[in-house]
């Protein structure tokens, strides 16, 4: 069982970065694949970004190629979202989500987070 604490989240103007963090408990953090996802009000959760395993590949939705940034600390047991020219489309739940040595292009997770709102102003 892997539990995850996400915090981080607030209101920023349009144009500002964020970095979101993810807390996970348990010792095989670095067996974990971990993933970034979010929700705005109204809309499906969608996919934002993912880290292997192993190796450290990544891969991001292709709405924030580009402006999000996704890395660990294994050490920490913590992943990280860093969100750089934040648009107000950008306006969700962001949610962190864990899967044992799993594939970094499949968006199927076993574990989820409570979620952090990010707000972006214009």
């Known amino acids: 069982q892997v539990q995850l604490v996400e915090s981080g989240g607030g209101l920023v103007q349009a144009g500002g970065s964020l970095r979101l963090s993810c807390a996970a408990s348990?010792?095989?953090?670095?067996?974990?694949?971990m993933g970034w996802f979010r929700q705005a009000p109204g809309k499906e959760r969608e996919f934002v970004a993912a880290?292997?395993?192993?190796?450290?590949?990544?891969y991001y939705a292709d709405s924030v190629k580009g402006r999000f940034t996704i890395s660990r600390d294994n050490a920490k047991n913590t992943v990280y979202l860093q969100m750089n020219s934040l648009k107000p489309e950008d306006t969700a739940v962001y949610y962190c989500?864990?899967?044992?040595?799993?594939?970094?292009?499949?968006?199927?997770?076993?574990?989820w987070g409570q979620g952090t709102q990010v707000t972006v102003s214009s």
């Open positions: 989500a864990a899967k044992f040595q799993g594939s970094l292009y499949s968006t199927n997770y076993d574990y």
């Open positions: 348990g010792r095989t953090f670095n067996s974990y694949t």
């Open positions: 880290i292997r395993w192993s190796g450290g590949r990544t």
